[in-house]
């Protein structure tokens, strides 16, 4: 039986491949992010203590649930990479620390992932991982649908900046191999998404306490996703400029290079031409486009 | 599993287990960013030189560390393939000595050092004490629910495998479960008088 585990196509950037300044950047981003998402206080202050246990055995479970193995066909079988149902069962905030805490693990323990790089492993899955996984749920209810596609987009999310910030660092992926690496993570993403929908159905099921009741979107919540977005995009962009192959060859992957909508509009190539000094072009658009997004998605999404 | 015989290193006997995990910690950073900072022959030979004195000061077994080393090496070899592929043999050297050194670096102070010392020198130096706590409770319950994973994955061996859904059942049962027992852990800790952060 072939061992074909796509989630070893890792993630997890080891030390040597990313560039002081790349790793640098990314420490200094994720860490004050964490911190900040650490030190929040709950609504109700002895959740805290209760929920601090709660995260460590979640974390345990992350790396237990991992040897299980899911057949997905031709001999290969894939695991739950875990960031999408930890933020849909603990909420995003919690599912970033526990995974925070599964990379640290990780990259002493079981070298995978470096220790610089960890700035850059945390931003791309605890993060921003965690944050696409969450977001389809939170905007438009949780279903199969918004379930299966946070899990796809937290995998696709994380394996792109992975190679972004590769590409920053000046390790040639380029052509064939990029375009490989890209089908393997899609691939990755669509078992995650599929993962994570069955292991959801079967806790329904087993009609477990965990279950968080969606509960309507306060003006706090929404504000926090927002500014964590914005950093997203902001960070997405200034990646970007950095490596427009990866992100173009993406672009053409999904299709979007033929004759796009958006090359006419005023976001066209991912800069705000009209407007702002040259370095401030790109962040703006990313800003712009997230504002247009989250407009259409709250104006189409249910009102829960 | 892996972590284990770590964890049994990291209690061993010697200078370099006695240092403080500070001290490891800071010496563990300095290579890491000299490695990374300063990626040329000399640097490498001096950070050989020294995990490699280091290695033998600890008394530990030296290839015993070097296996736990290569297991960067799956991921470094296709990024060093690609590059040599791409007609740059001299990189391709490199990342893959720069990222086994740095791994090796990381096995050594992880073998050399319990957790509970790291995670108190991460406390000290004004980590998010909730950040630490999981990182402790993550590793105390490692074990328990990797062994129950493990029970499972052997059921299912002796049922013919798991498929798909199964195995989202399981991985389901598997997360009820460690959150039972994740509340039951924490009403014996309000038991014992536990506020916030261990003692």
Known sequence: MIHANYSNSRMHIPDGFLTPPVWLTLDVISVPVVAWVARRRPAVV????????????????VFAAQMINFPVGLGASGHLLGGT??????????AAIVLTAVLILQALLFQDGGVLALGANIFNMALAGVLLGYLPSRLFGRNMVTIFLGGMLSVLISGVLALAELQTSGVAITGHPAQVALLLFALTGIVEGAITVVVIRSIERLNHTALRSTSATSLHARLAVIGAAAVLALCGAWLASGAPDSLQLLASNVGLDAEPVWTHSPLANYEVSSLGPEWARRPAAGLLGLAFVYTMFSLGGKKR | MHHRVIDQWSRGVSPLHALSAGVKLAALLGILIAISAAPTYPTIITASG??????????????GLLSRAAFVLPFTAIFALLTWWSGDPERALLLVAKSFLSGFAAVLFA?????????????????????????????????????QAETMRWAARGRGGFRFDAAGGAVGALFARSW???????RAMLARGFQGTPK
């Open chain 1, 46 to 61: 002895s959740d805290l203590d209760r929920r601090v246990p709660l995260m460590g055995v979640m974390g345990a479970f």
């Open chain 2, 50 to 63: 020294l995990l490699t004195i280091a290695a033998m000061v600890s008394g530990l077994p030296f290839t």
């Open chain 2, 111 to 147: 073998a050399t050092t319990p957790l509970a010392a790291w995670t108190n020198t991460l406390r000290r130096c004004r980590f998010p004490s909730t950040l630490v706590t999981v990182i402790e409770f993550l590793y105390r319950y490692l074990f328990v629910v990797a062994q």
């Open chain 1, 85 to 94: 149902l930890l933020a849909l069962m603990l909420g995003p905030g919690a």
């Open chain 2, 180 to 186: 039972q027992r994740a509340d039951g852990i924490h």
